[in-house]
């Protein structure tokens, strides 16, 4: 029970970047996170803020849709790989043709629609295994 307790503390603190740009999609998962006791979850709509806001911070772990409103997140997705941030692409599509293969090298692959909830454990689960290796 106490590993439970400090596990959670742990994950309390952890920054989620969410970047997608259906509301109610990013709504479901804010949601999900908030109910296992994460609530620094940023979301951010655009290609564009996504670029601006990671020229000056890193977050703990990133859930991508691969196509947001202003264009594909190629560059987003090669900046978090500099950086090395754990990343769960969460998108509609396949595999875009023509994107390096090592871009998704480590990258979790889920296929939308998927429940909120195995998202956020899949996110928990990450971050459990990048804290453990720290």
């Not at 871009?103 to 459990?128: S, T």
Request: with cysteine.
């Amino acid at each position: 029970m106490l590993a439970l307790a400090i596990a959670l503390i742990c994950l309390s603190n952890k920054l989620i970047l969410l970047l997608e740009d259906q509301p109610l999609i990013s709504l479901d998962l804010e949601e999900s996170f908030r109910d296992l006791g994460i609530e620094r979850v940023l979301t951010l709509r655009s290609k564009r803020e996504a670029t601006s806001w990671l020229q000056s911070h890193v977050p703990d772990l990133v859930i991508l849709d691969l196509h947001l409103s202003d264009g594909d997140c190629r560059p987003v997705l090669g900046a978090l790989r500099k950086q090395a941030v754990p990343v769960i692409i969460y998108s509609g599509g396949d595999l875009p043709d023509g994107w390096e293969p090592e871009l998704f090298q480590g990258c979790d692959w889920v296929q939308k629609p998927a429940d909120p909830d195995y998202i956020v454990e899949l996110a928990k689960a990450k971050l459990q295994k990048q804290a453990a290796s720290a």
